[in-house]
């Protein structure tokens, strides 16, 4: 379970404002990659609540529905996105990079130290510590990502009911087989990210 550990290595509880940033949805082939980033109150989250806080990939559905609001409502927190556009032409990486710039900009505090999921620091202007599984270490990093992943699901549901049959309400735009075969019946919308092999297959298939 995360902790504190490497929020008090980088200041947390000294005057410090540590933030945990996350990404979610690098791997879809629709919609876009949205971040979060999350600072904590100086007291830390009550106790109850620390206890759920998770990696937003080991928690079902319904409790990343119900801790979200629990997060946004005693901890500081932003959301950043990169769109399909921004995708294809930065690609995913560069992409993910930005939504997360984009998330500890909007916080609209300037952090000491940013926790970053992953092995790839955006362009802040703070101090930055890469940790890889950092959402399943860092308490504010599992924060950041269940509110990405909940903000990334709705809007890829509100996706679904304009564009319906890929089944992006269930699967977020993951290549599951049912949005996979959609690709192929349905063709590509203007929210699919061309740049991905599944996607690029579909319009070579059509030319």
Known sequence: MPDLSHEIAAGYGTGVIV????????GPLAGPVVAAAAVLP???????LAALVNDSKLLKPKVREELAPLILGCCRVAVGMADVGEIDRLNILRASLL???R???????TPGVALIDGNKTPDLSCAMRTIVGGDAASLSIAAASVVAKVERDRIMAELALAYP??????NAGYPTIEHRKALISLGIT???????GPVK???AATV
């Open 19 to 26: 933030c945990g940033v996350d990404e979610v949805g690098r």
């Open 42 to 48: 100086p007291e830390g989250l009550p106790p109850a």
């Open 99 to 101: 939504a997360m710039k």
């Open 103 to 109: 998330a500890v900009e909007g916080l609209g505090i």
């Open 165 to 170: 049959g890929y089944g992006w309400e269930r």
């Open 190 to 196: 203007p929210h699919h990210r061309r740049s991905f």
């Open 201 to 203: 297959a579909v319009l």
